[in-house]
């Protein structure tokens, strides 16, 4: 497990109301980003079986951290299921089969709560289950329509990425009361407001450009800061279950950003958010559709 948080450090007080711009670890932290976003940029464009991939790896790797993160009995048989679970998954996801993915996604979540028994875990280890493989499906769904895709996930990157650099920025730099103190001490409210709009501008610009102008701007731009909220409650969501089983990062797989879960957190959210809007608006097969036909 990873190191305890400490309880006894009592959170800012909302009259500290900024942190120094430049951290210690900014070099190590902004090196691996680059990293890790030219992997999933390369991915992209190639697109298919190899983009799937990149997302199952993530979806493995997040199941591993979120079962050892909650602790309890039968650890590799939960693992063991979760794995199956994204093996069935990958397929259906790749080929656009949504309500096929989403069933084996709740039926191998139900499988794992069941293999956890009376632990006292089988309600996290199901989530966990359905979470990572969110983490697979939401970005395989959206990548797969061959009109849309590239265009989809470029907007979710641009959105997501936008959010979160500004967040960090803003927030130092303007400062403020604290989002949420008690769970995420260092977030506040000004980063929060302007990653959110932040990302939704470089959403629509990037979106706007990969659809080569066929998009209308006012709607993507709105649906783009709705992803960044979104994105930002799942990051504030991961942050206070790891308050719940007292950790301070789900692991230490990427340098100065923890583990994978601590990565993606506001990522995935923000694409299950993608996946079902644009399921709710598409008349076809393919979702992305749905993000850009208004």
Same mark, same amino acid.
């Given at each position: 497990?990873?190191?305890?948080?400490?309880?006894?450090?009592?959170?800012?007080?909302?009259?500290?109301?900024?942190?120094?711009?430049?951290?210690?670890?900014?070099?190590?932290?902004?090196?691996?980003?680059?990293?890790?976003?030219?992997?999933?940029?390369?991915?992209?464009?190639?697109?298919?079986?190899?983009?799937?991939?990149?997302?199952?790896?993530?979806?493995?790797?997040?199941?591993?951290?979120?079962?050892?993160?909650?602790?309890?009995?039968?650890?590799?048989?939960?693992?063991?299921?979760?794995?199956?679970?994204?093996?069935?998954?990958?397929?259906?996801?790749?080929?656009?089969?949504?309500?096929?993915?989403?069933? +084996?996604?709740?039926?191998?979540?139900?499988?794992?709560?069941?293999?956890?028994?009376?632990?006292?875990?089988?309600?996290?280890?199901?989530?966990?289950?359905?979470?990572?493989?969110?983490? $697979?499906?939401?970005?395989?769904?959206?990548?797969?329509?061959?009109?849309?895709?590239?265009?989809?996930?470029?907007?979710?990157?641009?959105?997501?990425?936008?959010?979160?650099?500004?967040?960090?920025?803003?927030?130092?730099?303007?400062?403020?009361?604290?989002?949420?103190?008690?769970?995420?001490?260092?977030?506040?409210?000004?980063?929060?407001?302007?990653?959110?709009? +932040?990302? /939704?501008?470089?959403?629509?610009?990037?979106?706007?450009?990969?659809?080569?102008?066929?998009?209308?701007?006012?709607? $993507?731009?709105?649906?783009?800061?709705?992803?960044?909220?979104?994105?930002?409650?799942?990051?504030?969501?991961?942050?206070?279950?790891?308050?719940?089983?007292?950790?301070?990062?789900?692991?230490?797989?990427?340098?100065?950003?923890?583990?994978?879960?601590?990565?993606?957190?506001?990522?995935? /959210?923000?694409?299950?958010?993608? /996946?079902?809007?644009?399921?709710?608006?598409?008349?076809?097969?393919?979702?992305?559709?749905?993000?850009?036909?208004?």
């Amino acid at each position: 497990m990873t190191d305890p948080v400490d309880r006894a450090a009592a959170p800012p007080a909302a009259s500290q109301t900024r942190a120094p711009l430049i951290g210690a670890d900014l070099s190590v932290r902004a090196a691996a980003a680059v990293v890790l976003a030219a992997l999933a940029l390369i991915a992209a464009w190639i697109g298919g079986f190899w983009f799937m991939a990149l997302w199952f790896v993530g979806g493995a790797v997040a199941l591993w951290e979120w079962q050892r993160l909650i602790g309890g009995e039968r650890l590799w048989a939960r693992i063991a299921v979760g794995v199956l679970t994204l093996l069935v998954t990958a397929p259906l996801a790749l080929h656009g089969a949504k309500s096929w993915t989403v069933a +084996a996604m709740a039926i191998g979540a139900v499988a794992a709560g069941a293999v956890a028994g009376r632990s006292g875990r089988a309600v996290w280890t199901a989530a966990g289950v359905f979470y990572a493989a969110a983490i $697979l499906a939401a970005p395989t769904l959206l990548d797969a329509s061959p009109a849309y895709g590239f265009a989809a996930i470029l907007w979710l990157f641009a959105v997501v990425w936008g959010a979160d650099t500004f967040a960090f920025l803003g927030g130092r730099l303007i400062g403020g009361p604290r989002l949420w103190p008690r769970v995420s001490p260092g977030k506040t409210w000004s980063g929060a407001i302007v990653g959110t709009f +932040a990302g /939704a501008v470089a959403g629509a610009v990037v979106g706007f450009l990969a659809m080569h102008g066929g998009v209308r701007l006012a709607q $993507l731009f709105w649906l783009g800061v709705a992803a960044a909220i979104v994105g930002q409650i799942g990051d504030l969501g991961e942050s206070a279950m790891k308050r719940r089983f007292t950790v301070k990062d789900s692991s230490r797989l990427i340098p100065g950003h923890g583990g994978v879960l601590d990565r993606l957190d506001a990522f995935v /959210a923000a694409a299950v958010f993608a /996946a079902l809007v644009g399921w709710a608006r598409s008349d076809g097969v393919w979702i992305a559709a749905g993000l850009f036909q208004w």
